[in-house]
Nanobody, 116 residues
Framework: QVQLVESGGGLVQPGGSLRLSCAAS????????MGWYRQAPGKERELVAT???????YYAGSVKGRFTISRDNAKNTVYLQMNSLKPDDTAVYYC??????????WGQGTQVTVSS
């Protein structure tokens, strides 16, 4: 059984910053990928960023240069530092974890609202 618990969402003004955290627990294969999706109202879920335990990263073009993904492998925790936030970043953010033969494991989602 794998569980992911997210924290760190909230309301922030345009140009502000937030840091999301996602801690995984349970039977986790050591070689894996963790990352973040987001879903805004009326839109499809969008991949935001991913990070393998070996350090390989991916960022969506819309967040590149503003968001930074990092992880603590010892704690099975992934972080998303979000800077220069825009109203278009408003969404529910979901962390995930998977490895080669596993399904996607999802966090519960955390709301990020960027508004003045």
């Amino acid at each position: 059984q794998v569980q992911l618990v997210e924290s760190g969402g909230g309301l922030v003004q345009p140009g502000g910053s937030l840091r999301l955290s996602c801690a995984a627990s349970g039977s986790i294969f050591r070689i894996n990928t963790m990352g973040w999706y987001r879903q805004a109202p009326g839109k499809e879920r969008e991949l935001v960023a991913t990070l393998t335990n070996g350090g390989g990263t991916y960022y969506a073009g819309s967040v590149k240069g503003r968001f930074t993904i990092s992880r603590d492998n010892a704690k099975n925790t992934v972080y998303l530092q979000m800077n220069s936030l825009k109203p278009d970043d408003t969404a529910v953010y979901y962390c995930y974890l998977r490895w080669a033969s596993s399904p996607y494991y999802w966090g519960q989602g955390t709301q990020v609202t960027v508004s003045s």
